[in-house]
């Protein structure tokens, strides 16, 4: 036999290919030749793990946190700050209507109560007035003969019960004091009237409610809008979330805090995810609850992808089953298969049946393996 430790590419090549059809026809091969071929190989003992089934589900990519922004008020749209994927920070304005109505409005309110502040202090003046001179103004046009008359006169007129000074002196003073309630209450409608304007002003407006992206715009420059129209979809996607409906049957094996296995539509990443929420009322047509997924950081998502989630089957039973690294299984078109020592100290290859992927980079055989068997396990290529 050559020798093939030496760098002998295209010798090597075809010995691997022999050594394969052989292994495929169920003809031993020496476990030290195998090692020779192989190179920097070890052989691994099956062991056994507790596993319980799992249940395949559907599920999408979301935002930790999304928002629709709607309009508040009818109006033509004066501003939209960014298009879809544009980022803002929380408070930075992204869609304005048109203000010039309101503008002019507020002009007006603010005028009415300007002249209602000088119609409060006017009234304010002649009460103070009729508090301390009353009849002033009679007084101050006849050079103060009616108060100088109504001095003698106004005894006998008390005594005759044709007057009573008195009540009139306490109506004028009311009179005077109504005067001054209403400039007050005028001053307060138009305040009112004002805060209505600015809050209607700031409804113009829609401000980002905290850091994130644009991931839909509904309205464009110019477009005249209603209340309730959408304006633009926000989201934080610093966070993302896998959104899963699952069976109400199912509901029993999840936990918050729980983590599970899950599979993206991209390269087929495989991740951990980790019971972020439980909704706690199920759709009352599907049967199924909604919980949400927290995904690690870094991993090639985006909201609106596709992506399964693992979630134990509550209604299967927890069985012992064959375990083994990944790297010693070696495909062989659609069917797996691993190299295992034979009773002889051969090396054989023998197809088995998968079952789920396992934490530590191992995966669970449902069928094709026993607990104790010995198996090849590959080298990795420097």
């Given at each position: 036999?050559?020798?093939?430790?030496?760098?002998?590419?295209?010798?090597?090549?075809?010995?691997?290919?022999?050594?394969?059809?052989?292994?495929?026809?169920?003809?031993?091969?020496?476990?030290?030749?195998?090692?020779?071929?192989?190179?920097?190989?070890?052989?691994?003992?099956?062991?056994?793990?507790?596993?319980?089934?799992?249940?395949?589900?559907?599920?999408?990519?979301?935002?930790?946190?999304?928002?629709?922004?709607?309009?508040?008020?009818?109006?033509?749209?004066?501003?939209?700050?960014?298009?879809?994927?544009?980022?803002?920070?929380?408070?930075?304005?992204?869609?304005?209507?048109?203000?010039?109505?309101?503008?002019?409005?507020?002009?007006?309110?603010?005028?009415?109560?300007?002249?209602?502040?000088?119609?409060?202090?006017?009234?304010?003046?002649?009460?103070?007035?009729?508090?301390?001179?009353?009849?002033?103004?009679?007084?101050?046009?006849?050079?103060?003969?009616?108060?100088?008359?109504?001095?003698?006169?106004?005894?006998?007129?008390?005594?005759?019960?044709?007057?009573?000074?008195?009540?009139?002196?306490?109506?004028?003073i009311t009179r005077q004091r109504t005067m001054v309630d209403q400039a007050r209450s005028n001053i307060s409608q138009g305040q009112s009237k004002i805060r209505q304007i600015d809050s209607k002003l700031s409804d113009a407006k829609?401000?980002?409610?905290?850091?994130?992206?644009?991931?839909?715009?509904?309205?464009?420059?110019?477009?005249?809008?209603?209340?309730?129209?959408?304006?633009?979809?926000?989201?934080?996607?610093?966070?993302?979330?896998?959104?899963?409906?699952?069976?109400?049957?199912?509901?029993?094996?999840?936990?918050?805090?729980?983590?599970?296995?899950?599979?993206?539509?991209?390269?087929?990443?495989?991740?951990?995810?980790?019971?972020?929420?439980?909704?706690?009322?199920?759709?009352?047509?599907?049967?199924?609850?909604?919980?949400?997924?927290?995904?690690?950081?870094?991993?090639?998502?985006?909201?609106?992808?596709?992506?399964?989630?693992?979630?134990?089957?509550?209604?299967?039973?927890?069985?012992?089953?064959?375990?083994?690294?990944?790297?010693?299984?070696?495909?062989?078109?659609?069917?797996?298969?691993?190299?295992?020592?034979?009773?002889?100290?051969?090396?054989?290859?023998?197809?088995?049946?998968?079952?789920?992927?396992?934490?530590?980079?191992?995966?669970?055989?449902?069928s094709g393996l026993k607990v104790g068997e010995k198996v090849s396990v590959r080298a990795q290529e420097n």
């Open positions: 036999m050559c020798n093939l430790n030496k760098d002998i590419g295209p010798m090597k090549v075809l010995f691997m290919v022999w050594f394969s059809v052989v292994s495929l026809l169920s003809v031993g091969v020496n476990a030290a030749d195998i090692d020779d071929i192989v190179g920097k190989s070890e052989v691994v003992v099956v062991k056994s793990a507790r596993v319980g089934a799992k249940v395949a589900l559907s599920g999408t990519v979301i935002p930790h946190r999304q928002v629709t922004l709607t309009a508040q008020m009818p109006g033509q749209v004066e501003l939209v700050a960014g298009e879809e994927g544009d980022r803002f920070n929380e408070g930075e304005k992204l869609v304005a209507l048109d203000e010039d109505v309101l503008l002019a409005k507020k002009s007006e309110a603010e005028a009415a109560l300007l002249s209602a502040y000088s119609q409060e202090y006017n009234a304010r003046a002649q009460w103070q007035r009729e508090l301390a001179s009353p009849n002033a103004e009679g007084n101050s046009m006849m050079g103060g003969l009616p108060s100088m008359m109504s001095m003698m006169t106004d005894p006998v007129t008390n005594m005759t019960g044709k007057r009573d000074t008195s009540v009139e002196r306490r109506a004028n829609s401000y980002a409610p905290f850091d994130g992206v644009i991931i839909k715009k509904m309205v464009e420059q110019g477009d005249t809008i209603q209340p309730g129209t959408p304006l633009v979809m926000f989201a934080d996607t610093s966070r993302l979330q896998l959104a899963v409906e699952v069976p109400a049957r199912h509901m029993p094996a999840l936990s918050e805090g729980m983590i599970v296995r899950a599979k993206l539509d991209v390269n087929e990443t495989r991740i951990k995810a980790r019971v972020a929420k439980i909704y706690p009322m199920a759709n009352a047509r599907s049967h199924t609850v909604t919980v949400k997924f927290d995904i690690p950081p870094g991993v090639p998502a985006a909201p609106g992808m596709y992506a399964v989630v693992y979630v134990p089957d509550a209604t299967a039973k927890i069985a012992d089953l064959p375990v083994i690294p990944s790297s010693s299984i070696i495909q062989r078109g659609s069917l797996p298969g691993v190299y295992v020592v034979n009773d002889q100290g051969q090396m054989e290859l023998r197809l088995i049946r998968l079952g789920e992927r396992l934490n530590g980079d191992t995966v669970s055989v449902l």
